[in-house]
């Protein structure tokens, strides 16, 4: 069904009936007066007399009217159509969107400059989301297809299948549902990482006692000024360090230290395994992982640059070999 349009009228008009008015609304006063303070013969004689002159008045009032519109039209009003014209050749699939209109107030300019950032910035997360799927999609391939298959082979060689080989499928089933859980659970942290704010401040010091308990086999340590603290929020912050703990005790590290150089900088130095060249290139792609055999989801990096990025910071691999991730605080985070 479709939806009944309000008519609204358009801007030109309301522009042109406004300029009229003011500049009808002196001259019709003015008449007014000359007529209430004439008597009728002399207010008709006044007139033939001066009609070329009253005539040359409404000329120049029309036209003054004609050129004010236009102003307002050059200046406000097609600026404003050609804007829209923009934004929904952007809805319609257009990849690109111009705001580079010949002429327009200051304000419209910016108004179109800040629908560029935005559609730069949606275009941006729709390619991101694009890739993300496709990759979950190949993830969800494989364990899926391995449980598929077990559970067939059971299936159709129920009564001849020995008890080893059984077992064997079993625990096949059970580590390739634990991979999809483990999975599922990252790309839910992903999720909320998305949608995660980066108000509030997290002491280091709370952070390396929670990595403590969370993580026995790894010995954390802090290398900073006391009361020390990072412009993240507590639960971002620790969700972040987290992350980055996990990975390093996957990689052979027992160590993690936590270091200040700068009052916007924090690098998490690790003793495990230094980084390959190879790996270098694709650390910070979704799902990639060293350590698929080990439940690694490839994921763990990504929700923290996604939190990272919701406080408008960033991090990278500072050292391949000690492993050193650096995170650079916005000065408006």
Same mark, same amino acid.
């Given at each position: 069904? !479709?939806?009944?349009?309000?008519?609204?009228?358009?801007?030109?008009?309301?522009?042109?009936?406004?300029?009229?008015? @003011?500049?009808?609304?002196?001259?019709?006063?003015?008449?007014?007066?000359?007529?209430?303070? %004439?008597?009728?013969?002399?207010?008709?004689?006044? @007139?033939?007399?001066?009609?070329? %002159? =009253?005539?040359?008045a409404l000329i120049v009032v029309a036209v003054a009217t004609a050129a004010a519109t236009y102003?307002?039209?050059?200046?406000?009003?097609?600026?404003?159509?050609?804007?829209?014209?923009? $934004?929904?050749?952007?809805?319609?699939?257009?990849?690109?969107?111009?705001?580079?209109?010949?002429?327009?107030?200051?304000?419209?300019?910016?108004?179109?400059?800040?629908?560029?950032?935005l559609v730069r910035r949606l275009q941006k997360r729709s390619r991101y989301l694009e890739t993300?799927?496709?990759?979950?999609?190949?993830?969800?391939? &494989?364990?899926?297809?391995?449980?598929?298959?077990?559970?067939? +082979? /059971?299936?159709?060689?129920?009564?001849?299948?020995?008890?080893? %080989?059984?077992?064997?499928?079993?625990?096949?089933?059970?580590?390739?549902?634990?991979?999809?859980? #483990?999975?599922?659970?990252?790309?839910?942290?992903?999720?909320?990482?998305? +949608?995660? $704010?980066?108000?509030?401040?997290?002491? +280091?010091?709370? @952070?390396?006692? %929670?990595? &403590?308990?969370?993580?026995?086999?790894?010995?954390?340590?802090?290398?900073?000024?006391?009361?020390? #603290?990072?412009? +993240? &929020?507590?639960?971002?912050?620790?969700?972040? /360090?987290?992350?980055?703990?996990?990975?390093? @005790?996957?990689?052979?590290? $027992?160590?993690?230290?936590?270091? /200040?150089?700068?009052?916007?900088?924090?690098?998490?130095?690790?003793?495990?395994?230094?980084?390959?060249?190879?790996?270098?290139?694709?650390?910070?792609?979704?799902?990639?992982?060293?350590?698929?055999?080990?439940?690694?989801?490839?994921?763990?990096?990504?929700?923290?640059?996604?939190?990272?990025? !919701?406080?408008? !910071?960033? =991090?990278?691999?500072?050292?391949?070999?000690?492993?050193?991730?650096? =995170?650079?605080?916005?000065?408006?985070?």
């Amino acid at each position: 069904m !479709s939806v009944r349009q309000k008519w609204r009228p358009p801007l030109a008009l309301i522009v042109t009936g406004f300029v009229a008015l @003011l500049f009808v609304m002196p001259t019709f006063a003015m008449a007014v007066v000359v007529a209430v303070m %004439k008597q009728p013969d002399e207010l008709i004689a006044s @007139l033939v007399a001066n009609w070329g %002159k =009253i005539a040359l008045a409404l000329i120049v009032v029309a036209v003054a009217t004609a050129a004010a519109t236009y102003v307002f039209w050059r200046g406000l009003s097609r600026p404003l159509k050609i804007l829209a014209q923009a $934004t929904d050749s952007v809805a319609r699939g257009h990849s690109t969107f111009d705001t580079d209109a010949p002429y327009g107030t200051r304000e419209v300019a910016q108004l179109a400059e800040d629908f560029s950032v935005l559609v730069r910035r949606l275009q941006k997360r729709s390619r991101y989301l694009e890739t993300l799927s496709a990759h979950f999609a190949h993830e969800l391939k &494989s364990p899926l297809t391995s449980v598929r298959g077990a559970a067939e +082979l /059971m299936r159709d060689d129920a009564a001849a299948m020995e008890a080893p %080989k059984r077992q064997q499928f079993l625990e096949n089933i059970i580590s390739d549902a634990e991979q999809l859980s #483990a999975l599922a659970n990252r790309m839910r942290d992903l999720a909320r990482a998305d +949608l995660a $704010t980066g108000d509030g401040r997290a002491e +280091l010091a709370a @952070l390396a006692e %929670k990595l &403590s308990s969370d993580f026995a086999k790894l010995a954390v340590s802090v290398e900073a000024p006391e009361g020390a #603290a990072i412009p +993240l &929020s507590p639960e971002s912050a620790a969700i972040v /360090m987290h992350h980055i703990a996990d990975n390093a @005790l996957r990689h052979g590290a $027992t160590a993690l230290t936590m270091r /200040m150089p700068q009052d916007d900088v924090l690098d998490l130095v690790n003793n495990g395994e230094p980084v390959s060249e190879e790996a270098r290139e694709k650390l910070f792609t979704p799902f990639f992982s060293t350590r698929r055999q080990e439940g690694g989801t490839g994921l763990g990096l990504a929700i923290a640059i996604a939190l990272l990025a !919701s406080a408008n !910071s960033t =991090i990278t691999l500072h050292s391949p070999d000690p492993v050193t991730f650096r =995170i650079r605080f916005s000065d408006s985070a």
